[in-house]
Nanobody, 126 residues
Framework: QVQLVESGGGLVQAGDSLRLSCTTS????????MAWFRQAPGKEREFVAS????????YYTDSVKGRFTIARDNAINTMTLQMNSLKPEDTALYYC???????????????????WGQGTQVTVSS
């Protein structure tokens, strides 16, 4: 497991943009599949986007395709989620997650990831 720290959440209006970051001090960051999940009040945690260990492969849930972009910079142990054209339904607590590239693919579910951050709140007002 690795320690993950998210940042970048906030309160914005519909149509605005936010950039979330997830950082770790783990030297093995480049061996992990990384992902963003979110959980809205009263709802189950849902997958948002994932990226493989070297950034060559990404995967998105349909509701964010064309609006969100996941990326990673292994040189600085950071993963980001650029969120554009935000909608009120994007309001949630956003978590980053990490799982070994040997066992976790970009289409893997939440149970496959063994490291989680504490979350950063994103609130989009209409």
């Amino acid at each position: 497991q690795v320690q993950l720290v998210e940042s970048g959440g906030g309160l914005v209006q519909a149509g605005d943009s936010l950039r979330l970051s997830c950082t770790t001090s783990a030297r093995t960051f480049n061996t992990y599949t990384m992902a963003w999940f979110r959980q809205a009040p009263g709802k189950e945690r849902e997958f948002v986007a994932s990226i493989n260990f070297n950034g060559a492969i990404t995967y998105y849930t349909d509701s964010v395709k064309g609006r969100f972009t996941i990326a990673r910079d292994n040189a600085i142990n950071t993963m980001t989620l650029q969120m554009n054209s935000l909608k009120p339904e994007d309001t949630a607590l956003y978590y980053c997650a990490a799982g070994s590239r040997l066992t976790v693919g970009v289409r893997s579910g939440a149970r496959s990831y063994d490291s989680w951050g504490q979350g950063t709140q994103v609130t989009v007002s209409s």
